[in-house]
């Protein structure tokens, strides 16, 4: 049986998800942050027959994320998604690929990354000349034109709306360098909850790199995360050259997570 999980459940709710609590880190952030009412977000719940918890989906604005630990009823869930417009699905590798398997979903371009965790900080480094800033609302613009310039990120109309919100409900934050006046590197947490916190949105300015900006926005921010909050980081990365930079800097890889965009 599915059905919309309410404030009522959340208890089983989370002792469910923090059974694996990186890979769910999205879906216990946002819970945190907004609650199971609201127009943004919407959560389901497969139960058993004893009424055991075995799947969720969250649906985050126009997002849907899935977990499972076992077999679920993703043909059930598939009924709850959009019926026009490309879907936006994602969640561990082997739960979306029951959604593969479905026929007449119209899932988007499909990402497979590998899953990266971090439980130790990273010494500071010195290779950047420039100091690390932590970003406010008057820099999401500038955050959107630099994440623009790198061809491997999808720029949706909702990217800049979810910035902003992060930033409100302090779920996620951006450390940046600049020069020039130009924000030239940066990186970004999103779904931060009172234990944990997902890196994204790391890049830098194609006329700025090589010059270990990135890295030095990155290290200040596990630094204040791990050190100063005491939270796991976690990532994500299809790049072997960024994956090598990530497990230097301390993460080690704990499965395969898809997206379809």
């Not at 310039?149 to 949706?156: N, Q, R, S, V, Y």
């Not at 009172?194 to 994204?200: E, L, N, Q, R, T």
């Not at 090598?244 to 800097?249: A, P, V």
Request: glycine fraction near 6%; charged fraction near 25%.
């Amino acid at each position: 049986m599915i059905r919309r999980l309410t404030e009522n459940d959340h208890g089983q709710t989370f002792s469910f998800l923090k059974e694996e609590p990186s890979f769910n880190l999205f879906i216990i952030g946002d819970i945190e942050a907004f609650g199971y009412e609201s127009d943004f977000q919407q959560i389901w719940g497969e139960f058993d027959k004893k009424q055991n918890l075995i799947s969720i989906m969250l649906r985050f604005h126009d997002s849907y994320l899935v977990y499972a630990q076992q077999e679920f009823n993703a043909a059930g869930y598939a009924s709850l998604l959009p019926a026009e417009g490309t879907i936006h699905l994602s969640g561990k590798s082997e739960v979306m690929a029951q959604f593969e398997s479905l026929e007449g979903l119209n899932l988007g371009e499909k990402k497979q990354m590998y899953f990266a965790e971090c439980r130790i900080c990273p010494a500071a480094g010195t290779s950047a000349s420039k100091s690390v800033q932590i970003a406010g609302f008057e820099d999401v613009d500038r955050i959107m034109q630099l994440r623009s310039t790198i061809k491997e990120f999808a720029i949706t109309p909702s990217r800049r709306e979810i910035l902003v919100q992060a930033m409100k409900s302090k779920t996620g934050r951006t450390y940046y360098i600049e020069e020039d006046g130009k924000m030239t590197a940066c990186s970004s947490t999103a779904a931060e909850n009172s234990f944990s916190a997902m890196v994204v949105g790391v890049c830098t300015h194609p006329e700025y790199r090589n010059r270990g900006y990135a890295s030095e926005t990155l290290k200040a921010l596990l630094k204040d995360l791990m050190e100063n909050e005491n939270k796991i980081v976690c990532l994500f990365y299809d790049n072997p050259a960024a994956g090598s930079i990530y497990h230097r800097l301390g993460f080690k890889d704990i499965g395969k997570w898809t997206m379809f965009r």
